[in-house]
């Protein structure tokens, strides 16, 4: 009878106390994935990087400059069209997949993040590797991420000029239309 009442108190509990279960169940997953990718993470992602750039310096700049701007500029993107989108029909499906997307696209500079920013021995590790198989990588992913924010705010400047002149255009059109006659039958043809 008390496993009865147990499970009985379980299905009549508030719907926020789930919610807070949950919320605390994954908080702690969270953190523990956190701390064990601390410390793969880094050194994985800087021997990546160096692989790819192979003690080059052009290479480190190029790859910096092409990952911070991409990543930067297209995941800034994701995220505002994920705000755009959240009064629209189905827009928790929309509003997830940019979320998600966004973080996906982000990855890159959150990884050299950890490696510059990190405290732990892993993203110690991590700045030598680049430092010897990428030089001016580091460097070049800053530079990338603030040309990545400047065509971001010029895109979004643009979208909504862009939307800004197509009101205008449909308001123009209905003024248009209140103007003309309205006259049962065809229109009058040209003049000769």
């Known amino acids: 009878m008390a496993a ?14 789930k ?15 956190y701390f064990v990718l601390a410390a793969f993470l880094p050194r994985w992602w800087s021997h990546q990087v ?11 700049v190029l790859l910096g400059l092409l990952f911070g701007v991409v990543c930067t ?9 994920a705000w755009r989108s959240r009064r629209r029909k189905h827009a928790r499906f ?6 998600i997307l966004g973080v996906v696209v982000a990855l890159p500079n959150l990884l050299t993040l950890t490696v510059v920013l990190g405290g732990s021995s892993a993203a110690h590790a991590g700045e ?7 030089p001016g990588f580091r460097g070049a992913s800053l530079w990338g991420a ?9 895109a979004v400047y643009f979208l909504r000029r862009y939307r800004m002149r197509g009101e205008e255009v449909a308001k123009l059109r209905g003024d248009l239309h209140q103007r003309e006659p309205q006259s049962p039958g065809e229109s009058p043809g040209p003049e000769i």
């Not at 009865?4 to 106390?17: F, G, L, T």
């Not at 160096?50 to 480190?60: A, I, M, N, P, R």
């Not at 603030?146 to 010029?154: D, P, T």
């Open 73 to 81: 500029a297209l995941s800034l993107l994701l995220f505002y069209f």
């Open 146 to 154: 603030i040309i990545g924010v400047l065509v971001f705010l010029a």
């Open 128 to 134: 030598r590797t680049l430092d010897v198989d990428a």
């Open 4 to 17: 009865n009442m147990s499970s009985a108190e379980k299905a009549h509990r508030p719907a926020w106390v």
């Open 50 to 60: 160096g692989s790819l750039s192979s003690g080059s310096f052009s290479t480190g």
């Open 19 to 33: 919610k807070a279960i949950w919320a605390l169940a994954i908080l702690a997953a969270l953190i523990v994935a």
């Open 94 to 99: 929309w509003v997830t997949a940019g979320l």
